[in-house]
């Protein structure tokens, strides 16, 4: 089984994993998987303040998936090792909790996973760089690189994509009643423009918009306290 959802900042909105709101739980195994959508937020300290939330995530029955977000210790997350996981590149967290890279795609219980994590923080000139907010919230242009090459290695062709934010014209487009206070430039959904444009797909899964929206029109979904299995 493979389960998806939204952000959980680190303690902040990770109740909904526990068993009463996220009872499959106790039907899974290290053979299943539940897939955080960024703002994971495991990885914030980047020393023993953070083994408390990592133990949580590691004694779950199932194992631990998550795209980066524009909330997470980018510093810190690059320490740990990076291995080969099911035709993918990962960060190890702990032996059940892994960090799905920008631009790799995965192979898992015979889908195909396309993983592009990042977004623009709207709040950044109030963070401290290197303490609250990291460049490499932004994919690099090495990233996109490697996505354009793994993908025309699939031919243009995945299962799903799973990002933390969603592309540039879909915000736009879905959210105009916002568009004020979401009108930002935001290298990655520009990128993410050109993925919905020419990869084919069956379902894309969102996060960061802390809202659970269905968009029917792009077969994409945002994910925050939903839990859906895919």
Request: aromatic share 12%.
């Amino acid at each position: 089984m493979i389960f998806i959802t939204g952000d959980t900042h680190r303690k902040l909105d990770i109740g909904k994993l526990d068993t009463e709101n996220f009872s499959e739980q106790t039907l899974m195994g290290r053979s299943d998987y539940l897939i955080i959508t960024g703002d994971f937020g495991g990885v914030w300290t980047g020393d023993s303040g953070d083994d408390e939330i990592l133990s949580f995530h590691e004694e779950k029955p199932y194992t631990t998936l998550f795209v980066g977000g524009n909330h997470e210790n980018y510093d810190a997350l690059s320490t740990y090792p990076v291995i080969l996981w099911n035709k993918g590149l990962v960060h190890k967290v702990r032996e059940h909790v892994l960090h799905l890279m920008n631009g790799q795609i995965y192979e898992i219980n015979g889908s195909t996973f396309f993983v592009m994590g990042g977004a623009t923080s709207v709040d950044k000139m109030f963070r401290t760089e290197h303490e609250t907010w990291w460049e490499q919230e932004e994919p690099s242009e090495e990233d996109f690189k490697t996505a354009l090459d793994n993908l025309a290695h699939y031919g243009n062709k995945v299962d799903y994509i799973i990002t933390h934010t969603i592309p540039e014209k879909v915000r736009k487009q879905a959210f105009k009643p916002m568009k004020d206070f979401l009108e930002y430039e935001s290298r990655v959904e520009r990128f993410l423009d050109v993925i919905i444009d020419e990869v084919q797909y069956k379902k894309w899964f969102a996060g960061h918009i802390h809202i659970d929206r269905e968009l029917s029109a792009y077969n994409l979904r945002i994910l925050f306290n939903s839990i859906i299995i895919v």
